[in-house]
């Protein structure tokens, strides 16, 4: 069974860092893209990164483009999100996920918020 697990969410002040990591399981991790969503209390769920198989390609939301770093290492088979820069509106619940066999998983979410 396919499981993703986050970890890494924390409260940290404006302008601050935080690395997030996703374990994955379940799957041959090197064959699929990894993706990493957001989702604001009220909002709708937000894709932030994107990274192909080898990490050789990545897509960012222009809200991050600049301050996050999405990257994996395929022998550990996890995926990391590298935040800089933190803004209280990247306040969100982090979500890892990926597409596979015709259904979308998700792991249960890290909770990161940035405050004063």
């Known amino acids: 069974q396919v499981q993703l697990v986050e970890s890494g969410g924390d409260l940290v002040q404006p302008g601050g860092s935080l690395r997030l990591s996703c374990a994955a399981s379940?799957?041959?991790?090197?064959?699929?893209?990894m993706n990493w969503y957001r989702q604001a209390p009220g909002k709708e769920r937000e894709l932030v990164a994107r990274?192909?198989?080898?990490?050789?390609?990545?897509y960012y939301a222009d809200s991050v483009k600049g301050r996050f770093t999405i990257s994996r290492d395929n022998a550990k088979n996890t995926v990391y999100l590298q935040m800089n820069s933190l803004k209280p509106e990247d306040t969100a619940v982090y979500s890892c996920?990926?597409?596979?066999?015709?259904?979308?998983?998700w792991g249960q979410g890290t909770q990161v918020t940035v405050s004063q």
């Open positions: 996920n990926v597409f596979y066999q015709s259904r979308m998983y």
């Open positions: 379940g799957f041959t991790f090197s064959m699929y893209f």
């Open positions: 990274i192909s198989e080898t990490g050789s390609s990545t």
